[in-house]
């Protein structure tokens, strides 16, 4: 596995690649898995280049090969975040509802805080159902600024 640390608006972001795919971007990053090995490759700094033009407000989608590791649930969940629009928000309740599990709001909430590709797979727009902000792994501070961009850039 391959780790890069870049310097972006909202602080420094570790973004790690294994087999020609993206497994992580963590925002603020504390501790990588043994057997990391800090180096740039072309795929990383793409994804450095892509996060950065997003963080601009000049990019909505991104277009690099995702492959996050985690539970067929956690999956599933990932996958429905993938389809909340840029600039659009949805509720535990709405993605528990999306991925067959209706009354699993918190089991929702638990997949989201795993998310191993934040910004990228955007557990940032999902909010409580009273419309708050409720828990993001780069703080509540970073969430309610990516949400702030993209209804700026909307």
Partial sequence: MFIAYYQTNIGKIGIAEEDGSLTHVNINPQKWPAGCFEQETPLLAEAARQIKEYLAGKRKTFNL????????????????????PYGE????????????????CRAVGMAN???PIGIIVPCHRVIGSNGK???????????AKLLNLEQQYK
């Fill in 65 to 84: 090969p995702l492959a996050p590791k985690g539970t067929a649930f956690q999956m599933k969940v990932w996958a429905a975040l993938q389809t909340i």
């Fill in 89 to 104: 928000t949805a509720t535990y309740k709405d993605i528990a509802v999306k991925v067959a599990s209706p009354l699993g």
């Fill in 133 to 143: 902000l409720i828990g993001y792994a780069g703080g509540l501070d970073v969430k």
């Fill in 113 to 115: 805080n795993k998310n």
